[in-house]
């Protein structure tokens, strides 16, 4: 995305399509108007009956410019971040594979424009043989001051860009992202200063990590836990803590899944892939704050090596755990990275995330991740947050009661705890392994991670859900001011 000064010959000679903008009361930005005289008032005459906020007109092949279309947005003075992003949103729908130039002189909310037609115009063609080359499809925001806007919208593209790594690691086909290109992936992360070392499986044999072991040992793919760090806050302050799932491919096992939506399995590491994202987008922007992201990368692999139902395994915590459906494996890994983070980081807060359970998605849907929190504060707000950023998220209740539906006739806990409540009850088993007067959330983000269908801020597949969210969360909470 490049930002430009006005220029009414660039506008008239630009081939492909041009966005002007009108308010609902139908004023015109000063480029609008002078692309209306141009048009000889073809802009006028499409928005003479009233256009509403959001609204979107389109003026095909106009006279006197090169142009394919002009696209008329409707968009207020004083409108909100969402309507703003809306609009940016609705310019990426509508250009197709046309290059765009986005005319708006005179706007309090470009940047959030320019962070809405970015999210939206995110593709995954890396593995299509016939992709339109990236160069036709350039956007150009002309403004009254280029200079001024890219310097505003630059920390809102960094996160947009810790989006699409989110998306690309989470769109990624298994044979591609095994756990070793992950953890390649995440090392190239030095390159935006991340500090990023590798815990390979020996490593964490001599830790005790046999949870999470347990669930990679079917697997040809090595088990591994990334640390990222970025520590751009006070000394002495301790960080807060993201921890990812990363099942690169879940397979459930010898607890093995059917075979109906198995390919959807690529997404299982989505939580390690938000993890990755957020860290991404603090590096670039570089937050004033200290946090670290762990995340676990396993495969869970059906073999002769495989974990079986029934078998009995050593957390790191020293917990002991009966593993009576080898599906439920995220937990598993989780366990030991959240313990490990809290032993190595004593964070003053962790934030789990994971496509932990296919119950979340059958209470929520797709609209909301599941919630869960020993804290109020910290909880609330997270919350606010998500909300700020249009990123469903809704608290559901933890309990003892619901802890003891884990109790294991042979072991200290098992890794199931029946149908009722399924979300709730992987919760509970995370919580066993969260240490007195840690501050955490256990975010189920199964739903909303991937769709199959476009969203507001997204086409379909891979969602980033998330990124933004945590990004504000640091941004309000954890960053020095
Ligand atoms: N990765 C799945 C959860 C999932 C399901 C994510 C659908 C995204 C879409 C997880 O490892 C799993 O298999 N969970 C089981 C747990 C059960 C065996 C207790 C589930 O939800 O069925
Ligand atoms: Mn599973
Ligand atoms: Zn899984």
Same mark, same amino acid.
């Given at each position: 995305?490049?930002? !430009?000064? *006005? ?39 499409? @928005? ?55 005319? $708006? ?22 593995? =299509? ?5 990236? #160069? ?12 001024? !806007? ?45 500090? !990023?070392?590798?815990?390979?499986? #020996?490593?964490?044999?001599? $830790? ?14 090595? *088990? ?92 790191? =915590? ?10 439920? +494996? ?12 809290? +032993? ?100 189920? @983000? ?6 199959? *269908? ?28």
């Amino acid at each position: 995305m490049t930002f !430009v000064e *006005s220029d009414i010959d660039a506008i008239a000679g630009f081939e492909g399509r041009v966005a002007v903008f009108v308010t609902p009361d139908g004023r015109m930005d000063p480029l609008a108007r002078r692309v209306n005289r141009l048009t000889k008032g073809a802009i006028a005459r499409l @928005i003479e009956d009233a256009p509403k906020a959001g609204d979107a007109h389109v003026l095909a092949y106009p006279n006197s410019m090169a142009a394919k279309a002009v696209d008329v947005i409707c968009l207020d003075r004083k409108c909100s971040v969402a309507e703003a992003r809306a609009a940016g949103a609705t310019l990426a729908k509508k250009r197709g594979t046309d290059a765009l130039l986005v005319c $708006l002189n005179n706007h309090n909310k470009l940047d959030q424009v320019a962070l809405g037609l970015a999210l939206r115009d995110y593709r995954f063609d890396s593995h =299509k043989s016939d992709a339109e080359t990236k #160069d036709s499809r350039t956007v150009t925001m002309m403004v009254n001051d280029p200079e001024g !806007v890219s310097a505003k919208a630059e920390p809102l593209l960094a996160v947009a860009e810790g989006v699409f790594f989110t998306r690309d690691l989470v769109n990624e086909p298994a044979n591609v992202l095994t756990t070793t290109e992950f953890a390649e992936r995440l090392i190239a992360m030095r390159g935006v200063g991340l500090e !990023v070392d590798v815990l390979e499986e #020996d490593k964490l044999a001599e $830790l005790g990590m046999g949870a999470l072991l347990s669930v990679g040992q079917g697997s040809d793919s090595p *088990s591994k836990v990334v640390v990222m760090r970025w520590m751009g806050g006070e000394d002495d302050s301790a960080p807060l803590a993201l921890v990812g799932k990363g099942v690169v491919f879940d397979t459930g096992g010898i607890s093995l899944k059917p075979a109906a939506g198995m390919e959807d399995m690529t997404m299982d590491m989505g939580g390690a892939g938000v993890v990755a994202g957020t860290m991404r987008a603090l590096a670039l922007r570089r937050a004033k704050a200290n946090v670290v992201g762990l995340v676990g990368l396993v495969e869970n692999m059906p073999s002769g090596s495989a974990t079986r139902p029934g078998d009995v395994v050593t957390s790191m =915590k020293g917990d002991t755990i009966e593993v009576i459906n080898t599906d439920a +494996e995220g937990r598993l890994v989780l366990c030991d990275v959240m313990h490990y983070a809290q +032993e190595t980081f004593k964070p003053a807060a962790m934030i789990d995330l994971a496509t932990l359970t296919g119950a979340v998605i059958i209470g929520l849907g797709h609209e909301n991740a599941g919630v869960f929190s020993n804290d109020d504060t910290i909880c609330d707000a997270f919350l606010k947050a998500a909300n700020a950023e249009n990123e469903g998220a809704w608290r559901l209740p933890l309990g003892k009661a619901y802890a003891d539906q884990l109790k294991s006739r042979i072991a200290d806990v098992k890794n199931v705890g029946g149908r009722p409540a399924g979300s709730i009850t992987a919760a509970e088993f995370l919580h066993r392994f969260v240490q007195e007067g840690t501050p955490w959330i256990h975010l189920d @983000i199964a739903g909303v991670a991937h769709v199959k *269908s476009d969203t507001a801020h997204a086409p379909k597949g891979a969602t980033g859900w998330g990124v933004m969210a945590l990004n504000r969360l640091v941004q309000n909470r954890f960053e020095v001011q």
